[in-house]
């Protein structure tokens, strides 16, 4: 009898156990943006349900991109799963560095997950990201603040009524600036913005030939039209002011318009937000043309195919982008605070009910056209940038040329000439122009 005892005992705890068997900790590299630090706040659960560890590597996002691309394509291995968007993902899956998750199981349900984001994280039909949350961008501004000058957004600005706008709106003393827009250098920083700038003064990246066009008078009236905005009526030291910066800056009541990305939206309504019921939308701003004034974005979660515990990082990336995990967000945070613009069951009536910027947030996503960038023909994908290996190092390098001019350092033509001759050297070298 003892012995029966003992051993039923010993089988129980074994049973038990099982579970938690095979855990495994797992080192994932994201980004600091406050949709990830919610993330990895609320990962406790997916830990106490299979047992397994996540040791987090949260970044600034210029960095993460840095030491991700490093990592990946040198095969470093660091990283079990990583943060990463629709630039990076068709290129990196198209050459055999990412594990595809086409197999996460039919309760995942592929299907609620919007097309246009499901094809921008696919290559040749196959998933090889998943995302957590897709925006475009748009206008938010001070509905209080345009109300005191006798000002009106439309529903469709230009660049030319923004400055408008900022102006009036401006009052340095009170520390109130009339537009806060990204300086920070960086291809996903303020050339995010640059270049939408460049499309809708009908300008391009390149040329049907694959010619850089930075020194063509589309892109010379844009960033000549940033750089004095930003002077005149933008905060402070705008070169160190990227999408956080100037999110909290709108947080705090320092802005009169912010040209951001759809998904600050739901963070301008959380507790520590001063501007909660003082905030309306419109679209992104267009100049000569309106086409290619929204981009295209999702920040989604990916495997190394050099990661030894994909089985556990398949489970965990599944967990943290499921329409249960949008639910769990919403009871936590408010139903408002809600990952945006991935799942279609996010827009329930109750989503759309709480969150005033759903729909329009939700039709610039769905209106954002990565094969149709700009006004004119071009040989490339992608609206605020090009899918294509070179692009990270030359709108990393532009955007450093286009802050040197913003911080007065250098001329708007001297800044584009730089980046011009390097895009030029780069596009040659790698064999796109004969």
């Not at 009036?168 to 990204?182: A, F, H, I, M, S």
């Not at 086409?291 to 965990?316: E, R």
Request: glycine content about 8%.
């Amino acid at each position: 009898m003892k012995f029966s005892h003992a051993l039923a005992l010993s089988c129980s705890a074994l049973l038990f156990a099982a579970p938690y068997a095979n855990a495994e900790v797992l080192t994932i590299a994201t980004v600091n943006n406050s949709d990830m630090i919610v993330m990895q706040k609320l990962s406790k659960q997916w830990e106490e349900d299979t047992g397994n560890e996540l040791n987090w590597v949260v970044l600034e996002e210029n960095v993460l991109r840095q030491r991700v691309t490093t990592d990946i394509a040198t095969k470093g291995g660091q990283f079990d799963i990583i943060t990463i968007g629709a630039l990076e993902t068709p290129l990196w899956g198209k050459a055999g560095w990412l594990v595809p998750l086409d197999d996460l199981g039919d309760d995942y349900d592929y299907g609620d997950i919007f097309e246009s984001v499901r094809n921008g994280l696919s290559v040749d039909g196959k998933l090889y990201a998943v995302p957590f949350y897709a925006e475009s961008s748009f206008t938010m501004y001070r509905t209080d603040l345009f109300e005191q000058a006798g000002l009106t957004m439309p529903e469709e600005p230009t660049w030319s009524q923004i400055s408008e706008f900022a102006e009036k709106l401006t009052d340095k003393d009170k520390e109130q600036y009339g537009v806060c827009l990204r300086g920070k250098p960086g291809w996903g920083e303020n050339m995010a913005l640059i270049v939408l700038m460049a499309n809708v003064w009908d300008g391009t990246l390149f040329d049907m030939d694959w010619n850089p066009q930075y020194t063509t008078k589309p892109w010379e009236d844009a960033v000549a039209f940033y750089v004095d905005l930003m002077n005149k009526y933008g905060p402070p030291g705008a070169t160190s002011n990227g999408f956080n910066e100037n999110q909290a800056l709108f947080m705090e009541g320092h802005c009169g318009v912010w040209v951001d990305a759809t998904s600050a939206a739901g963070r301008l309504y959380g507790e520590d937000s001063k501007v909660v019921d003082k905030i309306g939308y419109a679209k992104g701003p267009g100049e000569v043309t309106s086409v290619g004034n929204g981009w295209f974005w999702a920040w989604a979660l990916s495997i190394p195919q050099t990661s030894t515990k994909q089985d556990a990082a398949k489970s965990f990336v599944k967990w943290a982008t499921s329409k249960d995990y949008v639910k769990l967000v919403a009871e936590t945070g408010g139903v408002v605070t809600s990952p945006p613009g991935t799942r279609k069951s996010t827009y329930t009536q109750a989503y759309m009910d709480a969150a005033p910027f759903a729909a329009m947030t939700l039709k610039a996503i769905e209106t954002a056209d990565p094969s149709h960038p700009t006004e004119k023909p071009v040989p490339y994908t992608g609206i605020s940038f090009a899918i294509i290996p070179e692009y990270q190092g030359l709108g990393t390098f532009t955007g450093q040329a286009v802050a040197g001019a913003l911080a007065g350092q250098t001329t708007v033509e001297q800044a584009l000439e730089s980046a011009q001759n390097n895009a030029v050297r780069v596009m040659t070298q790698a064999g796109y122009i004969k």
